[in-house]
């Protein structure tokens, strides 16, 4: 029941569905109802799986209505308590131990958490690197992994003997499988808690890591002038993906600076030296006053600890330029400068008025383009090629018209898989496809199942071949794509607009059922493109026109890519140079 509910409205009924579980399981145990406190015990258990397996806003509404998971699990305990004390007639002894034995298992985990916590502040973990050596490094003494993974608030979770436990006892008259249960449940948990101070005392004296001072020692010594800073989590890490090739292609000595080290370890080769510095302390504590320009490929809010650094000139290059609203975030006042690709950037922001001043709008290009082919794809020996690259439903969930996943998607596929002579369908969603939205989930498994019904690679990590494939990892990247792509489908998003750069043609869904001249007007990235109406009646001709080389949109698409991504004859890469060399300066 908890996963047939979608939306804001269904976010929050999950949430009150579990609450009312332990309400529930609250007041049965404080009646000695033994039936309904099992009802309501599995129910609790179960809603608690499915809300951290497919549900994390609900987990993350009740947080931020004071309803945690800690509190969560002490409600059960306590509900566990009252039942053993409503059925079984206790002695004096027995009631001591039905109370001691549960509330040993907190207090011992309250502790346990903040020695854990003391210990990660001395770790010489606090701080990951990748292509900077640091010499050796004494050890400090860390606990087990598994010991480390369950101190603090996931230690309560042993208590979760005690339901079935209860239920037993309750039924016998007996507290004696509850005690049982207790016993195990302290036993367990007090072994955790003994390593984890054992640990911490092993580690006294020892101060703060040695990685912290080893790296200020190499910051000293590299001297960076520029650094690219990404403080988004791993689920956002191709945002920073694509601004390592051109910062390795600097003059000037560049780093990586994020995080998260979830992030940190899917972030993509590179020569670059990085620093993923997780606290906020850490950070602040480190100098970096070499850095002459900063480099913000997101706005979040831990870019505030690199803002406060103000001998430093701080840039938002973002992560693609679109007609979305992200693309004019009012968070971009923040910066000393915005950089976008071309005249429809500035323009954008003027149409927007979110307070970031002509004046600080610096127009580059995108110097991440220069791999994409222009005009003729890379090879002709295969089948004329369709990418199928929707964006996803974006934070506003319950928008249909954000992607044309979820109203469209199903007809786009399965018509370019019936087309006839054959195409070659390649699908790649966005990374973030599904994250939020339950029905885009289920429409892109349902696109995946129709792609290897029709023969096709679910899983490619290859261009090769003339097969219809599924793209979803990192790799074989976006741009890669590009130059196997005769015509692209997508929505309003950045891969229109870097996809210009190829001057092939492309359609643009318009889910939304805007009049052509509305659409175009409202996104302007779709100056040169084909609509494609939610009934998707144009698909087969579209392709055939494309396909055959009839194509009105081509002067349309060259006059857009220069509104969009600059002059021609402008090298993106030498503008994006030189306007770093002019911060550094």
């Not at 910051?219 to 689920?235: C, H, I, N, Q, S």
């Not at 199942?449 to 494939?469: C, E, K, M, V, W």
């Not at 001709?541 to 890519?561: F, H, Q, S, W, Y």
Request: hydrophobic letters at 45%; proline letters at 6%; one cysteine or more.
């Amino acid at each position: 029941m908890f996963g047939t509910l979608t939306g804001r409205i269904g976010v929050a009924a999950r949430s009150a569905l579990l609450v009312l579980s332990y309400l529930v399981m609250l007041v049965a145990g404080a009646l000695g109802w033994v039936g309904l406190f099992a009802v309501a015990g599995l129910a609790a258990v179960i809603g608690e799986f499915a809300l951290a397996r497919w549900s994390p806003p609900s987990q993350l509404l009740l947080e931020k209505v004071g309803l945690s998971f800690s509190y969560r699990q002490l409600t059960r305990d306590l509900a566990a308590v009252l039942l053993v004390a409503a059925q079984v007639a206790l002695t004096g002894v027995e009631l001591s131990w039905l109370l001691i034995l549960p509330a040993t298992v907190w207090v011992v985990s309250v502790f346990a958490g903040a020695l854990s916590t003391m210990i990660d502040r001395r770790d010489p973990f606090a701080a990951m690197v990748r292509n900077i050596e640091l010499g050796p490094m004494r050890s400090v003494p860390r606990p087990p992994s598994w010991a480390a993974a369950v101190a603090g608030d996931r230690m309560p979770l042993l208590n979760l003997l005690l339901v079935p436990a209860a239920v037993a006892a309750a039924v016998q008259h007996d507290g004696t499988p509850f005690l049982v249960a207790a016993v195990v449940a302290t036993a367990a948990t007090a072994l955790v808690g003994a390593i984890i101070a054992l640990t911490w005392v092993r580690g006294r004296g020892a101060g703060p890591g040695p990685l912290m001072p080893a790296v200020q020692r190499w910051l000293d010594t590299y001297r960076p002038e520029v650094a690219l800073y990404f403080a988004g989590p791993v689920k956002d890490v191709y945002q920073v993906n694509m601004w390592l090739a051109p910062t390795e292609a600097l003059n000037q000595r560049a780093v990586v600076l994020m995080r998260s080290k979830e992030a940190f370890l899917e972030l993509a080769d590179t020569r670059l030296p990085v620093i993923c510095v997780p606290a906020g302390v850490d950070f602040m504590n480190l100098e970096l006053g070499s850095i002459r320009a900063a480099l913000y490929a997101a706005n979040v809010g831990a870019n505030i600890h690199m803002l406060r650094e103000p001998g430093t000139k701080h840039v938002f290059v973002g992560h693609g330029d679109s007609d979305k609203q992200a693309s004019v975030n009012p968070y971009s006042k923040v910066y000393d400068e915005v950089w976008v690709a071309g005249l429809a950037g500035r323009e954008r922001y003027a149409r927007a008025g979110v307070g970031v001043l002509d004046s600080d709008i610096v127009e580059i290009g995108r110097p991440q383009l220069a791999g994409v082919h222009t005009f003729g794809a890379e090879s002709v020996d295969r089948p004329f090629t369709v990418l199928y690259a929707p964006t996803w439903e974006g934070w506003l969930d319950d928008d249909p018209y954000h992607t044309s996943l979820v109203l469209m998607g199903e007809r786009i596929v399965k018509g370019l898989l019936a087309t006839s002579p054959r195409v070659r369908l390649i699908y790649k969603p966005h990374p973030l496809t599904g994250s939020r939205s339950r029905a885009a989930r289920t429409v892109h498994d349902r696109l995946v199942a129709a792609i290897r019904a029709a023969g096709g690679n679910p899983n490619a990590s290859s261009l090769d071949g003339t097969q219809h494939l599924v793209i979803t990892d990192r790799t074989p990247g976006l741009f890669d794509c590009f130059n196997q792509t005769d015509l692209l489908i997508s929505d309003v998003s950045s891969v229109v607009s870097d996809f210009v750069q190829s001057q092939r043609p492309y359609v643009v869904a318009n889910p939304a059922g805007l009049s052509e001249d509305e659409f175009r007007r409202e996104y302007p990235t779709a100056r040169a493109a084909y609509l494609l109406s939610k009934d998707c009646g144009e698909l087969e001709k579209i392709v055939a026109v494309t396909r055959a080389g009839d194509d009105p949109m081509t002067d349309a698409r060259r006059e857009l890519k220069t509104y969009l991504l600059g002059p021609a004859d402008a090298n993106p890469m030498d503008r994006f140079q030189e306007e770093i060399g002019r911060l550094c300066r």
